[in-house]
């Protein structure tokens, strides 16, 4: 059933999930409003393949009976005005190949506009997500691709995660992510790995798998991540790193990633500071002799002043008594 680009409006009939040979079930890019729960309540499994239902104002949550197929195996709900968690149920549909659930909450229909500076567009969601990505998600056998961008998802990835060995596309960015990336993910080989606009730290491992090499592309930039950056992400093609993180570098020999935006204008993190402690660390006592030796000849200076005015004051006075 493919109703995708109709301009629809209404709630999503809860009499489809019933369709007992139905498979493909495609929404995306209307204008349909309510939730999920009342189409997705039957615990039986269903039947659906394919289902796509981004880009609407569905609001409400995730409900778990939706993915109580082991059938299913693509999912996509960006962009419409979800609220609440991620469900675990997802490790249900092991048969997954592609998850996309990019901005859950983002429609135009759930934002509060500010018009605080003219020209500047920016908004407030009306609706939150909270919590993180349940870890058994990344390990789903089949699973390609998963996108869980721009979510405001926080908290850490266990670091003892499982990356399974059939995704090659991972996008997590605009999330409020913090800790390390985990070793599992660093070691992973991907065509395409995203953690940009998080709160990652730490460092990127040295012994971290090179990405496929054709059209690989590796994004980490505005995060906290700092130390050395690994050799074999020098040559990467399709790379953002550098911006809004310290990494270290010789200032002199410039071992960064070439083909990175930010390659020309970057000022090295860790080495820069370090350098910075250094130079002063030996100005410093230059500049208190220098104001001591200052000092000293100001006192001098000041106490020659005041033994010439003494001189002064007394021959007026000498000269008064003679007069």
């Given at each position: 059933?493919?109703?995708?680009?109709?301009?629809?409006?209404?709630?999503?009939?809860?009499?489809?999930?019933k369709l007992p040979k139905l498979q493909t079930l495609f929404l995306h890019q209307n204008h349909l409003a309510g939730g999920l729960s009342h189409v997705f309540v039957d615990p039986e499994p269903h039947t659906l393949v394919h289902v796509d239902v981004s880009n609407n104002q569905l609001t409400g949550t995730l409900p778990p009976a939706l993915f109580n197929s082991t059938a299913m195996q693509s999912f996509a709900a960006s962009s419409n005005c979800f609220s609440g968690s991620i469900p675990s149920e997802i490790c249900i549909a092991e048969h997954l190949v592609a998850l996309s659930i990019d901005g859950l909450a983002t429609a135009s229909h759930c934002r509060d506009n500010i018009q605080a500076i003219p020209g500047l567009q920016s908004f407030l969601l009306k609706n939150q997500f909270v919590g993180g990505i349940p870890a058994c998600i990344f390990n789903l056998p089949h699973l390609q691709s998963l996108h869980v961008s721009g979510n405001e998802l926080s908290g850490t990835l266990e670091a003892t995660l499982v990356v399974s060995p059939s995704l090659v596309n991972l996008s997590i960015?605009?999330?409020?992510f913090s800790g390390s990336i985990p070793?599992?993910?660093?070691?992973?080989?991907?065509t395409n790995l995203d953690v940009s606009y998080n709160k990652f730290s730490g460092t990127l491992v040295a012994q971290a798998a090179p990405m496929l090499p054709t059209n690989a592309s590796f994004y980490a930039q505005r995060n906290r991540l700092s130390g050395d950056i690994p050799a074999h992400l020098m040559d990467t093609r399709n790379i953002s790193i550098l911006d809004g993180n310290l990494f270290a570098c010789d200032m002199l020999t410039r071992r960064l990633p070439r083909h990175d935006p930010k390659y020309a204008s970057y000022n090295c993190g860790s080495n820069e500071v370090n350098l910075?402690?250094?130079?002063?660390?030996?100005?410093?006592?230059?500049?208190?002799?220098?104001?001591?030796?200052?000092?000293?000849?100001a006192q001098r200076s000041w106490a020659k002043i005041q033994q010439r005015a003494a001189r002064l004051a007394q021959q007026e006075h000498d000269f008064q008594q003679e007069a």
């Open positions: 059933l493919r109703l995708n680009y109709n301009h629809l409006r209404g709630t999503i009939p809860a009499a489809l999930a960015s605009n999330n409020k070793l599992a993910i660093q070691q992973h080989r991907f910075s402690l250094l130079v002063w660390a030996w100005l410093w006592p230059v500049f208190v002799g220098c104001v001591f030796v200052t000092y000293q000849a």
